[in-house]
């Protein structure tokens, strides 16, 4: 029974028990719907994180486990309620109209170009009867003795109708900047209209402009469906009557019982405490930053958008879970943000009591996105998704719950992936085009709205000039294309191959780094040993390398740790004082690619043991000198080992062992004096690149003595090495 339900809302025959719902196509509003038909036919209740990431097989076990709800029952309908509290979401959307009365920032401007002729009365009793239907759309709100709350008229005007040739192809579009320019007043009806302009009996604009205070994506979906039905039923003459829907007065009820649960007072908390973690502000261009947005529209092509889907299904992930990641990573390139305050508006409907009602019931999640440059983009896609999948655990708990003032929006970034049905608004044989306003008030200073369209994804960017420039606007829409296609094609790559090609393009051309002659260390050192193989590299009190010999005692020790450990190293703590074997584990790790974490010796063990939790490498190495001090660290949770070189007269040669990968050359941590250390990591490239600096303009390319000085947990000690061993 489960299959068959799956197998008709995905248009899927014959699905497996092993199957899962987002390899199948799923995504997270198919999965709302499948949460819906669950609870119609077997009455329990199934969280939507279980269906998205669950075996079908599992999910049949759980519904006889599965409680008949996790929420309070759908409240019994008030029909002829007329007045009663405002949801959640209604209410923070008032206290910020109240604040900025004049701001149009959350009225839904959506333009359709007609091509067909349309029955304006038809479409008049349409509309009529729509608002007939859902009591919502009549709402205005006004301050009670318990709250903000939300009162249904009777009545409400909806429909505007000009006549023909009263506004013409080549004012139309001035009209509708005056429409969707004016501010509505929450205190009155009338937050939803429809304003229908024909050019003569066969051409015009309909215009539909609301406040989101009365509707969201969901509901926008079954207003379409039902002015279709309507239309089509007046036109052929046999307009059927419409069951009344439910009312948002419902949901707020509703609201009040869940919020005041004991099931709601755990998880307000423990969301708080998950979104609690800090966020990077995206500072304004100008001093006193105004709200005006400017709309770039770009698309993804069909064979894209369809090469994103399929790539879900592999990796069972949705759609939603793929875009958002490349926004991110777009967002960090252009803005240099590696944790921006990004949110995203959720259905919230968790009920199937809901389905039906419009009105705004949608809430906003935080997204914790952070994005790595140096880790692999398939990688960094992966752990972002299951990152999305935790804050989304939380979108039962009202925004207005979660963040610190109602007076600040929260987010800087907002990333929608409309759920809206634009397709269901069909009139008759006409051809409704889908348009966008070349200015509006901006929510935030990014919105990121992708539209599904039968042509591929459109993609709606909605910037603030005073955040974010014209031209950084078209390179976020570039990169956020291509990081898909890298993701797709090359998901080993680092997001700093995606960032590179921008960032350096922002550079006039005199002052671009110059190409590197390698941008690895260890090929460097190993092209100076060709040059030099008998030049003296290396002199400490015991002992005297050539660059031959010291090449081939880091050969040595990257076989041995090769073979010893095996090809998973990614990270090696340094526990050393100097000398030889120091000197040769740096040369080691770095032919292996392998990420270095020195350890500064004459740190607190308090200290030390912090650092090895943040790093957590995989192998820590120190010196027969060094041992008696790492006891006083405790238990090591790692595998320790000791560096023994061979002994002097031992016959060795250079094996140019050489391990591809793009991990960080080393990663560096702070003393912890403010009371954590915190850990940077520096890739091969950067040092690289200062010391090519150092060897043209610095002036020190000639050969030379350095007497190695700084700690060696302290970068400058990188530069003292390195720079001495490429020179």
Not at 14 to 23: D, E, I, N, V
Not at 152 to 161: D, G, K, R, T, W
Not at 266 to 285: C, D, G, K, N, T
Not at 553 to 568: I, P, W
């Amino acid at each position: 029974r489960l299959l068959a339900l799956a197998g008709a809302l995905l248009g899927q025959a014959g699905l497996a028990g092993s199957s899962r719902f987002t390899a199948c196509g799923g995504d997270s509003l198919l999965a709302l719907r499948f949460r819906f038909a669950i609870q119609r036919e077997f009455g329990v209740d199934l969280p939507i994180g279980a269906i998205l990431s669950a075996p079908f097989a599992q999910l049949a076990e759980g519904l006889a486990k599965a409680p008949t709800s996790f929420y309070p029952p759908f409240p019994a309908r008030q029909d002829d309620a007329r007045r009663g509290p405002a949801t959640a979401e209604q209410t923070r959307l008032w206290l910020l109209n109240q604040r900025t009365p004049d701001s149009t920032a959350y009225n839904t401007p959506f333009i359709f170009r007609v091509s067909g002729e349309i029955d304006t009365d038809a479409l008049a009793d349409a509309v009529t009867g729509v608002l007939a239907r859902h009591p919502g759309l009549r709402a205005r709100f006004a301050l009670g003795l318990e709250g903000l709350e939300q009162i249904i008229e009777a009545e409400a005007q909806a429909f505007y109708a000009y006549q023909p040739g009263q506004v013409r192809i080549d004012t139309w579009e001035a009209l509708a900047a005056l429409v969707f320019a004016t501010p509505f007043d929450l205190s009155r009806s009338g937050l939803f209209q429809v304003h229908w302009m024909p050019f003569d009996r066969e051409n015009g604009v309909l215009l539909l402009h609301a406040h989101h205070s009365v509707l969201d994506g969901w509901s926008l979906s079954v207003i379409f469906r039902d002015i279709a039905q309507l239309y089509t039923e007046i036109c052929g003459g046999e307009r059927k009557p419409m069951a009344p829907a439910p009312s948002p007065l419902d949901v707020a009820a509703w609201q009040r019982v869940w919020h005041g649960s004991r099931a709601y007072a755990q998880l307000q908390p423990a969301a708080r405490h998950h979104f609690a973690q800090p966020r990077e502000f995206l500072p304004a261009r100008t001093l006193a930053p105004r709200r005006a947005a400017q709309i770039l529209t770009t698309r993804l092509p069909n064979e894209l958008w369809h090469a994103v889907e399929a790539y879900g299904r592999a990796q069972g992930v949705t759609p939603f879970e793929t875009l958002a990641p490349a926004f991110a990573w777009a967002i960090t390139a252009i803005t240099g943000l590696h944790r921006p305050r990004l949110a995203t508006p959720v259905v919230n409907r968790p009920l199937d009591g809901f389905a039906e009602i419009v009105g705004m019931l949608a809430n906003t999640v935080p997204l914790t996105l952070d994005s790595r440059p140096t880790e692999p983009l398939g990688e960094q896609a992966q752990r972002l998704a299951a990152t999305l999948r935790a804050d989304l655990a939380f979108q039962d708990v009202a925004y207005s719950d979660v963040i610190e003032s109602a007076a600040d929006a929260g987010f800087d970034f907002l990333f929608v992936l409309e759920n809206t049905d634009f397709a269901g608004l069909r009139l008759g044989t006409t051809t409704l085009d889908m348009a966008f306003p070349a200015q509006v008030d901006g929510k935030c200073p990014l919105t990121l709205t992708l539209i599904p369209i039968a042509e591929g994804l459109t993609c709606v960017w909605e910037y603030q000039p005073d955040y974010l420039s014209p031209s950084q606007t078209e390179a976020l829409a570039d990169l956020f294309a291509v990081g898909l296609h890298q993701l797709l094609a090359a998901p080993e790559q680092p997001l700093t191959a995606l960032m590179a090609p921008y960032r350096f393009g922002l550079l006039p051309p005199e002052t671009r780094p110059p190409v590197l002659p390698f941008d690895r260390i260890c090929d460097w050192i190993e092209l100076q040993a060709d040059r030099t193989p008998d030049a003296l590299a290396l002199v400490t009190p015991d002992a005297t390398c050539s660059y031959t010999r010291l090449l081939a005692l880091a050969d040595h020790l990257a076989a041995l740790l090769l073979t010893t450990y095996g090809a998973g190293l990614a990270r090696v703590a340094l526990y050393t004082d100097g000398g030889a074997e120091h000197i040769v584990a740096l040369l080691a790790l770095a032919k292996l690619n392998v990420t270095i974490v020195p350890l500064d010796t004459s740190y607190p063990a308090a200290i030390l043991n912090q650092i090895l939790s943040q790093a957590q490498p995989d192998l820590l190495l120190y010196q027969p000198e060094t041992e008696i001090s790492l006891s006083a660290l405790g238990v090591i949770p790692v595998p320790v080992d000791r560096l023994n070189l061979p002994a002097a007269d031992a016959a060795l040669s250079r094996q140019r062992i050489r391990r591809a990968g793009n991990r960080p050359l080393y990663l560096l941590f702070t003393s912890g004096s403010t009371g954590t250390p915190k850990g940077v990591t520096v890739p091969d490239a950067t040092l690289s690149g200062l010391l090519l600096w150092h060897r043209q303009a610095g002036g020190l390319g000639q050969p030379a003595r350095t007497l190695q000085f700084s700690k060696l947990a302290f970068d400058v000690s990188f530069q003292e090495i390195f720079g001495t061993l490429t020179s």
